[in-house]
């Protein structure tokens, strides 16, 4: 979807993934409570049913999916989705196979999308990043003493990065970024930033496909991507408002990478065709804390949901629960 900006803007027609203005509802604040599951409105939120659905209550309400961890727990995940999607759907198969390594995953569906209010109106980049650290206070406060680690998925990737080099959570034990969107800054030329601007002057509401301007392959799972497209929760034709918000996402993203002292994760595949692949592999010389990077040879954009997501699941998981380990007392350890 990021790839579509490039082909699109300077096509003339415009097409992508997220933006917009701030919206000046305040961020989300508050704990996490037990609410009933929702029932299940398409096949792709079906298949990535979580066993429990939370509630983050305050300025908003927002739902998260919750997979306990499978015995004794281990560390805790939040994750964050990326354009278009939600919570169940981006980390369903992942946190099965997390939880079953003891690993507690918490997914919320961020605000406006999923379920979550504003469905389709793009809250603001300050919003998204101060909602994540209302989240990840929430997931703390859960597990006290716990290792808790934030991955974020594309758009998510960037609301982590930006969320964790403001601030916004402190005392996180790692961060997970899965093919993150970083196309920000300097990367990002006067040309297709001016244009995100003309978008969002000009078409502000219109929703783009790029249907016919660029050909983009997120997954080699077509059973998935089938799924996904009758999901009446999951969205991909962005507005002009939202390219001129995304752009301002990623800007402040890649502004924060250099005060992000957490360790971190940087994980690419070799398919990637939605984020920019070069500025991905920068990312870990960005950042001030240790960073590792894993490129997965059949990894697409979708890397959790791939026809091999299981070695992305293996390898995240692995790196967590190696820093897990040097995180928790020794007596917890021991447990």
């Known amino acids: 979807m990021f790839r579509l900006i490039a082909a699109a803007l300077l096509a003339g027609a415009l097409a992508a993934c997220a933006g917009g203005a701030a919206d000046p509802r305040a961020p989300l604040t508050g704990t996490l409570m037990n609410a009933t599951p929702p029932t299940p409105d398409g096949e792709n939120q079906i298949e990535t049913q979580p066993p429990q659905t939370l509630r983050l209550t305050g300025a908003a309400q927002s739902p998260v999916a919750h997979w306990p961890a499978q015995g004794a727990a281990r560390a805790v995940i939040l994750g964050l989705h990326g354009y278009g999607d939600y919570g169940a759907s981006t980390f369903g198969r992942a946190a099965a196979a997390w939880s079953a390594r003891g690993i507690a995953v918490y997914a919320p569906d961020q605000r406006g999308f ?45 609301v982590a990065l930006a969320a964790a080099g403001e601030g916004h959570l402190p005392g996180a034990a790692g961060l997970i970024l899965l093919a993150p969107a970083v196309w920000g800054g300097d990367d990002l030329g006067p040309h297709l930033r001016a244009s995100a601007w003309l978008a969002a002057l000009v078409v502000p509401d219109v929703r783009w496909t790029g249907r016919g301007l660029v050909q983009i392959h997120p997954s080699d799972n077509d059973v998935m991507l089938r799924a996904l497209s009758r999901d009446p929760l999951h969205y991909a034709a962005p507005s002009g408002r939202e390219f001129l918000g995304l752009v301002r996402l990623m800007d402040r993203a890649v502004a924060a990478a250099p005060h992000v002292d957490a360790p971190a ?42 026809r091999n997501a299981g070695k992305v699941h293996d390898l995240t998981a692995d790196w967590a629960l190696a820093r897990a380990a040097d995180a928790l007392p020794t007596e917890t350890t021991a447990r």
Do not use: N
């Open 114 to 158: 999923g379920r979550a209010p504003g469905w389709q109106r793009w809250p603001g980049a300050g919003t998204l990043i101060a909602d994540a650290g209302a989240m990840f206070a929430a997931v703390q406060a859960r597990h006290p003493g716990m290792p808790v680690f934030v991955a974020g998925h594309s758009m998510g990737g960037a």
């Open 265 to 306: 994760l940087v994980v690419l595949g070799a398919h990637e065709d939605v984020v920019d692949p070069a500025t991905v592999r920068a990312l870990p010389g960005r950042l001030r804390g240790p960073a590792d990077f894993a490129y997965v040879p059949d990894g697409w954009h979708m890397l959790l949901r791939d």
